[in-house]
């Protein structure tokens, strides 16, 4: 299903993306590690967890962009002709899901910390969501790398059980959570929950495209234009989120700590649920 | 628009500009991320958002370094003959474009923060500029990429409709914040403003040059030299006005981390409006 022939403003904008990928994820990730000063104590794992995951995706998208370049070749002055596969070297294609297989239960955990959920419910998540996304990987994987459409339809609606089964475990999830988080966070995490699920639909979307009637090279560059953006925003700006969330809450749970990172204290209402916040006026 | 040929100057003038792009950029992000214990916890966000807009730069001008050195060849001893674009390797000339997609964004981030603006102020400010400045990019990018004169002119015109109309917001959101800030900080910030103009005014320079008439390469040549010194003043010189600013209202906030950080505290007029200010006067 790799293309024969890229022309050059196909291979220059695959080129482009996967760059952007590497610089938004790592660089993201370097943020967070430095960001952790910026919120409390309780709420560093989160970043943590949060940099690793844009780290693995920096990593990967390092080695699938390498692939990439060496994988198509052009014998035209300037680059002004077409691309084709190279001798010896081929695009590798699996590498995305290798990355997955580390990064999406990552991204799980990362939000049930961040959401500071009571810790039977953090386990029973847990428990439930990481092996039905290791399973939701390992179905697609086989669609992914074969270049039999009925192959790609079969092991794609196998990998959609458990994909649906997560999302809606989340939703239920994070639906709950909004009561129990304060206020100026709720808004935040609702905008979190649009995100997961805006950025987890585009996959399944980038995964089709394949099999949607497309001329096979533009397709191909949709597919990887697909992924590289559903990446972006699942991991990074993801991870900016879960970092907004943390600063939130941090605020709301340590007004003296709110007064040294913005200047002053906003006033909380009285008797939030989260651990230790406590109502204060400051004017 | 890639021009056939470079003459050794012109190659070298390239070459040595990219390379004190990634040196400017590079040890900017450096310094800031190291700095921040010089600034008062409220201000260091700013000064991680600049290092990481710094960073980006960076990582962009070595892809760009390699890609011009991959773009250029010479089979003439010791450099002393034309260098003519190589077989297989094309200048990528919509990379910048790429990386101001993301750097643009956060350094409009980076300059609503560090003013300290009221929350609800700063949220108006982002959720106009940014995609304002998103527009401008990808409506410059085909122009750029283009070999067209025509493209060029009309997605340049294009391009500098929401340009203005940043630059227009925030003038006067500068010009309005200048009275609510500390006086020492008014000179910084006036200077800023001024720094703002004048590097981003060089982008649609830089962007005319090939249809100035000049000949082909050394509008070529100057379009490179345009766009990467704007670079070091939009990006680093800026990041260093931001801090400078960050350190201003750090000593206006706290006299005593003024005295820790200087070795005596100056005296501040009555009554700034800045949040947390004191009136002290220490001999």
Redesign the interface.
């Known amino acids: 299903m790799i293309p024969d022939q890229l022309t ?1 403003g196909q291979y ?1 904008t695959v ?2 993306l996967l ?2 990928v ?3 994820q ?2 993201t990730a ?2 967070l590690v ?2 952790q ?2 919120v409390l104590p309780r709420y560093r794992q989160a970043l943590l967890v949060s940099a690793v995951v844009c780290g693995i995706a920096a990593y990967h998208y390092f080695r699938i962009f390498s692939s990439f370049k060496e994988a198509f ?8 002709g077409t691309y084709t596969q190279a001798v010896g070297a081929s695009f590798n294609e699996g590498y995305r899901y290798v990355d997955w297989l580390l990064t999406v239960p990552l991204l799980l955990v990362e939000l049930v910390v961040v959401l500071a959920l009571a810790r039977k419910l953090q386990a029973s998540l847990l428990w439930r969501l990481v092996p039905a996304s290791a399973l939701m990987i390992v179905l697609g994987y086989p669609g992914e790398i074969s270049d039999s459409d009925a192959l790609r339809h079969v092991f794609g609606l196998l990998s959609t059980l458990p994909f649906l089964y997560i999302l809606y475990v989340l939703f239920v999830e994070l639906t709950r959570s909004l009561d129990r988080q304060p206020p100026a966070v709720r808004q935040t995490i609702s905008r979190l929950r649009i995100l997961l699920f805006a950025s987890w639909g585009v996959y399944p979307i980038a995964y089709l495209l394949p099999l949607l009637g497309l001329d096979g090279s533009d397709a191909w560059v949709g597919k990887q234009a697909g992924y590289s953006i559903a990446d972006i925003l699942a991991k990074a700006l993801y991870g900016l989120l879960i970092y907004r969330i943390a600063r939130l809450k941090s605020f709301a749970d340590d007004p003296a700590f709110e ?6 204290a906003h006033e909380w209402p009285a008797a939030t649920r989260d651990r230790g916040a406590s109502t204060t006026t400051v004017a």
Chains 1, 2 share one sequence.
Not at 73 to 78: F, N, Q, Y
């Open positions: 050059p220059d080129y482009n760059s952007l590497i610089a938004a790592l660089f370097l943020f430095a960001a000063p910026r070749v052009t014998d035209a002055v300037g680059g002004e007064a040294a990172e913005e200047g002053t």
